[in-house]
Antibody, heavy 122, light 105 residues
Framework: EVQLVESGGGLVQPGGSLRLSCAAS????????MHWVRQAPGKGLVWVSR????????SYADSVKGRFTISRDNAKNTLYLQMNSLRAEDTAVYYC???????????????WGKGTTVTVSS | EIVLTQSPATLSLSPGERATLSCRAS??????LAWYQQKPGQAPRLLIY???NRATGIPARFSGSGSGTDFTLTISSLEPEDFAVYYC???????FGGGTKVEIK
């Protein structure tokens, strides 16, 4: 079964850091570009970041650029999101998602995890 | 920067009725647009990509059309499980629209 499982969310103070993980199984993780998408409580979906299949190319939303870092370990089938200088407006459910096509950047997301909740509050 | 505007914000319909959801882009996105469904407490699900291609396992009652700046998601006959929020998303900036909630009338 194709599956993505996020972990690492929690409560953190403003200015703090958190690292999210996304464990992939059931498919060849190293063949796919991957994304992080977030959703603030009661709000819509917001794309956060993406990384290519070998980890050599990354892209970020303006709202997180310079604060968040996406990375991956293909040997461990795991995607990461390092979040620094967290703000209240970063409070959201964070989803990892797989790009639609193998080896290509298609920027549609066909497999999603259930999400992990990040709350930034003092 | 391309902005996606979805309308209406809420659509109140009964099971068996036809649902027509709109997504308008502030500039042309060619056919590079997707639709997702999200139910409460669940992750989004890809329904349609490249404006009109159904994703794997999506029922035929879901169809997408449009190109350029105007796109439509049609659900031909609403099933009880179709009541949800629907988002459009365009490829070039990966941005999502604000969503349309399809609720039971």
């Amino acid at each position: 079964e194709v599956q993505l499982v996020e972990s690492g969310g929690g409560l953190v103070q403003p200015g703090g850091s958190l690292r999210l993980s996304c464990a992939a199984s059931g498919f060849t993780f190293s063949s796919y570009w991957m994304h992080w998408v977030r959703q603030a409580p009661g709000k819509g979906l917001v794309w956060v970041s993406r990384i290519n299949s070998d980890g050599s190319s990354t892209s970020y939303a303006d709202s997180v650029k310079g604060r968040f870092t996406i990375s991956r370990d293909n040997a461990k089938n795991t995607l990461y999101l390092q979040m620094n200088s967290l703000r209240a407006e970063d409070t959201a459910v964070y989803y990892c998602a797989r790009d639609l096509l193998r080896f290509l950047e298609w920027d549609y997301m066909d497999v999603w995890g259930k999400g992990t909740t990040v709350t930034v509050s003092s | 920067e391309i902005v996606l505007t979805q309308s209406p914000a809420t659509l109140s319909l009964s099971p068996g009725e036809r649902a027509t959801l709109s997504c308008r882009a502030s500039q042309s996105v060619s056919s590079y647009l997707a639709w997702y469904q999200q139910k409460p407490g669940q992750a989004p699900r890809l329904l349609i990509y490249d404006a009109s291609n159904r994703a794997t396992g999506i029922p035929a009652r879901f169809s997408g059309s449009g190109s350029g700046t105007d796109f439509t998601l049609t659900i031909s006959s609403l099933e009880p499980e179709d009541f949800a929020v629907y988002y459009c998303q365009q490829r070039s900036t990966r941005r999502f629209g604000g969503g349309t909630k399809v609720e039971i009338k």
